[in-house]
């Protein structure tokens, strides 16, 4: 055999097997992961930020609520009426000329004895809780 005769008897065993791994197909994996990895960092750090918005809009909208709720208070407290309910209701102030009574709860009977608790001044409560800590406590 020759050197041309090599080349026949290659040609006539069929077409050569082709490798599974080209250079072309290595150079476009390479390609495609480095694309990959570059743009791997700026899509977290976009992802991020619309999640920062978004908790920046929901406690913008929090605030714009609680500051619609503190205006519509603000125009109450300006208004008259509204000054005279809460003095009556909560501070128990009347007009001069007006006659003003306290209702104690019904369930109550009067004149009915209080609780011991309620009887006894706080400063014995104070003294009693001073004596009972200064004792030992009892060992079992």
């Not at 197909?25 to 694309?35: D, G």
């Not at 009426?81 to 128990?92: G, S």
């Not at 019904?106 to 006894?120: D, I, M, V």
């Amino acid at each position: 055999m020759t050197a041309g005769d090599s080349g026949a008897a290659a040609g006539r065993g069929g077409p050569s097997p082709r490798p599974k791994l080209t250079s072309r197909a290595a150079v476009l994996a390479v390609v495609i992961c480095a694309v990959t990895l570059s743009l791997a960092y700026p899509v977290r750090e976009y992802l991020a930020e619309r999640r920062q918005i978004d908790q920046l809009e929901s406690e913008s909208a929090q605030l714009a609520s609680r500051l619609q709720s503190l205006r519509a208070e603000a125009r109450a407290l300006t208004s008259p009426v509204y000054i005279e309910q809460q003095a009556r209701d909560q501070l128990h102030m009347c007009f001069p000329s007006q006659n003003c009574y306290v209702v104690i709860s019904p369930s109550r009977e009067p004149g009915a004895a209080t609780h011991g608790r309620a009887a006894t001044p706080w400063y014995q409560l104070l003294w009693a809780s001073v004596k009972a800590a200064d004792k030992e406590p009892s060992r079992r």
